[in-house]
């Protein structure tokens, strides 16, 4: 069994400890307190060694800490020639499928729509060809005929009917 004194002494030490604890201001005590002295006591890599950094990073919402991060400022900061210099075209354009690419485009349709307008363009310069010599033709034709007065246009069935008076 236990001493009657020394319970007595154990309810007595208790009753002063409550007694200064209550009588401390706690915050001029902690004004009292050097930090820096007690900051250069902690070993931080024991104490980072404890820390489970995947579940501290689980409970941190991401999107909500990017909604508040200007990033405008930060892209300023970018040397954008410096990072391009950095790109390795030669790769890059390596990872192109160029097959579907093709697949996904209707090259037909570009090359029928660029070649379309060519043609018709050559055509239009074959015809203009084709009426400059006829007249020089005509031309010659009727000198060596020695027909003072012009042919007509068109063979007459395919002119117009004139009214008659």
Request: charged share 20%; aromatic share 4%; glycine share 4%.
């Amino acid at each position: 069994m236990t001493d009657p004194a020394e319970v007595l002494a154990q309810q007595v030490t208790e009753r002063v400890l409550d007694l200064v604890v209550s009588a401390l201001d706690v915050n001029e005590l902690a004004a009292r307190i050097d930090l820096n002295f007690v900051l250069t006591n902690v070993d931080l890599n024991a104490l980072l060694s404890r820390v489970d950094v995947n579940a501290f990073l689980a409970r941190v919402d991401v999107n909500a800490f990017l909604a508040r991060v200007d990033v405008k400022p930060l892209l300023d900061q970018v040397d954008v020639n410096e990072l391009i210099s950095h790109v390795d075209v030669n790769e890059l354009v390596a990872q192109v499928d160029v097959n579907e690419l093709v697949s996904r485009t209707d090259l037909g349709a570009a090359i029928v729509s660029s070649t379309g307008g060519m043609g018709a363009e050559a055509l239009d310069a074959v015809r203009s060809q084709a009426v400059g010599l006829d007249q020089f033709v005509d031309r010659w034709v009727q000198r060596l005929l020695r027909r003072r007065h012009p042919a007509p246009p068109a063979p007459s069935a395919l002119l117009p009917a004139q009214a008659e008076p």
